[in-house]
Structures are given as structure tokens and as C-alpha cells.
T-cell receptor, first 115, second 109 residues
């Protein structure tokens, strides 16, 4: 199993550009998450999904969009990139949100800089 | 609202010394608490969870509901314990996990 795979690993964007961070998992997990981590800060939840076709906002959803057309994929779209979106982005997944299945598996992270 | 607080950003201990990484939380109800770890050049991974009441790599953590704490402890630190440690909380309802800001542990040889 590859686990959670996210691409690209590094990207520099100009202000106002758009891009999509790709995330896929091969563990047949129902739950998927996007977090961002700013320097010296904890991980903040951007969006999450409890299954294909269902997405919901986390703590910091503004400026982002997601979709979940399949169980495996959970892309994160940045529209009109702003310097405040410079961060490290982590995609993650879990089988469930409670009980023994709520171990979160993380991707390696995507470093995004907006200039 | 800050749900998970890790007061120490950096922590250094000598090899063989005890180590304690602090974690305090605020949550009404009964949360689940976790410790995640990120070793150099590796991805974040689960270290342990409070409901398992297990020791992983010599680390233990006890949930203290009175003090709303979930401190991570190891009696004798090893060099390979050097990593970034994150405390995390999941509510009994809802589908969100909340992470602390992390503590970078360095074990000095």
C-alpha cells in the first residue's frame, strides 16, 4: 500500500493564480482531511469528507474548495492564491472518526509558497 | 477556541534522562486523545492513543480528566526519540481532529 499520496511536493504560485493539490489514498478509508500548518502553529483543518460525495468545512476553509467524487481522491483547490495561503498542506485519511478506526494516516506534505 | 495546548515548542533532554511532553486540552464531554510523532524526513504517524492504554517505544500517556491533561512520558530518553510530537484530540461527536502546535524534542547524546 502506498497509503496517502499527495502532489505536488513543492509549488510556487503567483498571487491570483489557482492550483489544485492532489490527494489519493489506497486504504479504502471513508474519511479524508486537508490540514494546513503554518510556522510555529498546529495543524488546522481546512476541509474534511466522510465519504464520496460528502464534504464539510473545517476551521479555516476560506479560499479553498474540495470535492470527493471517489473514495480514493480528495483534491484541494486554491482559487486566487494569496500570500496568506503560504503554508505546508497535509492530506490525511482514516477509516472512521471514532473508535479503533480513527487512526489518521498522513501524506508527506505539500510546501506551497505564494509570491 | 484552543482545544489542545502544548506549552513547550522546544524541549531538550540528555540521553537516559526522563522526558515529559505536556499536553492540555479543553473539551466538554469525553474526548479521545492521541500523540502523533514526526521523525526527520518521515510523515506524521500515530504514536499512541489514550483508549489503548499501551506503551509504545517506551512512551506512555495517561489521560487526567481532572487536570485535562494528556502528558507524554518516557523514563529514559533515547537519541532516536528526537522528533516533533503533536498532541491531538477527537471529540466523541463530530468528525474533526484538533492538533496542538507541537513540541520538538531533542535528545542530547
Amino acid at each position: 500500500n502506498a497509503g496517502v499520496t499527495q502532489t505536488p511536493k513543492f509549488r510556487i504560485l503567483k498571487i491570483g493564480q489557482s492550483m489544485t493539490l492532489q490527494c489519493t489514498q489506497d486504504m479504502n478509508h471513508n474519511y479524508m482531511y486537508w490540514y494546513r500548518q503554518d510556522p510555529g502553529m498546529g495543524l488546522k483543518l481546512i476541509y474534511y469528507s466522510v465519504g464520496a460525495g460528502i464534504t464539510d468545512k473545517g476551521e479555516v476553509p476560506n479560499g479553498y474548495n474540495v470535492s470527493r467524487s471517489t473514495t480514493e481522491d480528495f483534491p484541494l483547490r486554491l482559487e486566487l492564491a494569496a500570500p496568506s495561503q503560504t503554508s505546508v498542506y497535509f492530506c490525511a485519511s482514516s477509516y472512521s472518526s471514532k473508535g479503533a478506526g480513527n487512526t489518521i494516516y498522513f501524506g508527506e506534505g505539500s510546501w506551497l509558497t505564494v509570491v | 477556541a484552543q482545544r489542545v495546548t502544548q506549552p513547550e515548542k522546544l524541549l531538550s533532554v540528555f540521553k537516559g534522562a526522563p522526558v515529559e511532553l505536556k499536553c492540555n486540552y479543553s473539551y466538554s464531554g469525553s474526548p479521545e486523545l492521541f500523540w502523533y510523532v514526526q521523525y526527520s524526513r518521515q510523515r506524521l504517524q500515530l504514536l499512541l492513543r489514550h483508549i489503548s492504554r499501551e506503551s509504545i517505544k517506551g512512551f506512555t500517556a495517561d489521560l487526567n480528566k481532572g487536570e485535562t491533561s494528556f502528558h507524554l512520558k518516557k523514563p529514559f530518553a533515547q537519541e532516536e526519540d528526537s522528533a516533533m510530537y503533536y498532541c491531538a484530540l477527537s471529540g466523541r461527536t463530530g468528525n474533526q481532529f484538533y492538533f496542538g502546535t507541537g513540541t520538538s524534542l531533542t535528545v542530547i547524546p
